[in-house]
């Protein structure tokens, strides 16, 4: 599938240049072109790929804190400037935009969504959102951010991918430490998705392509992916074994989005030397896949790459019903509650002490 990136956002562009480099490590050649869009200079100026500084006039190039309204209303003002950027970047040969943000921050929550549906106006391709979501120890005002900008994201995508920033990575690490090689997960996993298609290495029957992508993602709302791998044995025969085990870890211990299994679209690529990958496996695992998820749409295709290994991809559809999705929601709406609550201090007065005078 041939995509076209755009960051948006601090999160937004340190993986957006992540999956570029991925992809270009690899050879796929699915990324098309990465733009990094962000109303915080120092954010953008630490990145190779291409870069659009947004709001000069509100903020001067020194971001929006943690205020994703103030985001939206600048995204809303200075959108134009991105898709000037993007002339000439979206061709005849791109199957589809995809929007990187960190959903709890500012620029990148409250841009993302108001970036998407203009996209959607002008582009007739589909217009997907990637979207991170604040790990359980993160604040309440990057929940509180996250809650409204899903909502928001989901309605003005085609479809919106969720990474949880909890789901990859070490449980000792802190998540800030985390973000490098969560961000390297991510351009791994979602970057072997986005190639599926892309690199034909024997063509097959079975090959997996970008319009399958496409459809298992066309009912839109929110979309996870889990991933697996596995050396390969020389014997497709004892790979039978290998790959249904790898489907299901996938599905169940790699995913983006814990706990999130029951889907209402589904699509299985197996990545793999094409010797290795045994027919009767990846049967075995597709409807493995259907009983685990409900779904009588489960696409299954191969990705053919030269590797001594045997990698499961699993792309689920419509799962804004899932129980992680549900609890992510429940936390946003009470860190807002608790927000609403709490009385409004006036600065002055906690910092009455009389045993000091004031300077004047
Ligand atoms: P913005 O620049 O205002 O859009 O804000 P950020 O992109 O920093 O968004 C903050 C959210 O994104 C928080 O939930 C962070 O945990 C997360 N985040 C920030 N940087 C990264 C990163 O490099 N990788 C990942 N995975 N998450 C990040």
Redesign the pocket.
Same mark, same amino acid.
């Given at each position: 599938m041939k995509v076209v990136l755009i960051g948006?956002?601090? $999160?937004?562009g340190? /993986?957006a240049q992540s999956l570029a480099e991925f992809d270009l490590d690899m050879g796929f050649d699915a990324v098309m072109g990465a733009v990094a869009v +962000?109303? $915080?200079k120092a954010?953008l100026s630490s990145l190779d790929i291409d870069t659009v500084l947004v709001g000069r006039d509100r903020v001067k190039g020194h971001?929006?804190g943690?205020d +994703?309204e103030l =985001?939206a209303e600048i995204m809303q003002s200075d959108v134009t400037e991105v898709t000037d950027a993007l002339d000439g970047r979206v061709v005849a040969e791109t199957d589809a935009i995809v929007l990187v $943000? =960190?959903?709890?921050?500012? %620029?990148?929550?409250g =841009?993302a969504p108001v970036l998407a549906h203009e996209l959607r106006r002008v582009y007739d391709i589909p217009v997907y959102g990637l979207g991170?979501?604040?790990?359980r120890s993160?604040g309440s005002i990057?929940q509180i951010n996250?809650g409204r900008s899903l909502k928001t994201l989901v309605r003005e995508t085609d479809a919106t991918l969720l /990474?949880d920033?909890d789901a990859w990575h070490e449980s000792d690490e802190s998540?800030?430490e985390a973000? %490098?090689s /969560?961000?390297e997960e /991510?351009a791994r996993r979602i970057g072997t998705l986005l190639a599926s298609g892309e690199v034909i290495e024997g063509v097959g029957e079975s090959v997996v392509d970008a319009s399958e992508v496409i459809n298992t993602l066309k009912e839109g709302g929110i979309a996870s992916m889990g991933y697996a791998s596995a050396v390969a044995s020389e014997d497709p025969a004892e790979n039978i074994n290998t790959v249904t085990s790898l489907a299901r870890n996938a599905l169940l211990t790699g995913t983006s989005l814990p706990d999130a299994v029951e889907a209402d679209a589904a699509l299985l690529v197996i990545v793999g030397d094409p010797e290795h990958i045994p027919r009767k496996g990846v049967e075995r695992a597709r409807r493995m896949l259907e009983d685990e998820t409900g779904s009588l749409q489960v696409r299954g295709g191969d990705f053919p790459l030269e590797t001594d290994k045997l990698a499961a991809v699993v792309l689920l559809s419509g799962v804004e019903r899932s129980r992680r999705v549900d609890e992510f929601m429940e936390r946003a709406r009470e860190a807002q509650e608790k927000q609403e609550a709490a009385p409004q201090e006036d600065p002055s007065e906690a910092f009455q002490n009389d045993e000091l005078e004031d300077l004047f």
């Open positions: 948006v956002g601090q $999160a937004g340190r /993986i +962000n109303t $915080a954010d971001g929006v943690g +994703n =985001g $943000a =960190g959903l709890g921050g500012g %620029t990148g929550s =841009g991170i979501l604040p790990g993160e990057y996250a /990474i920033n998540v800030e973000f %490098t /969560i961000n /991510i």
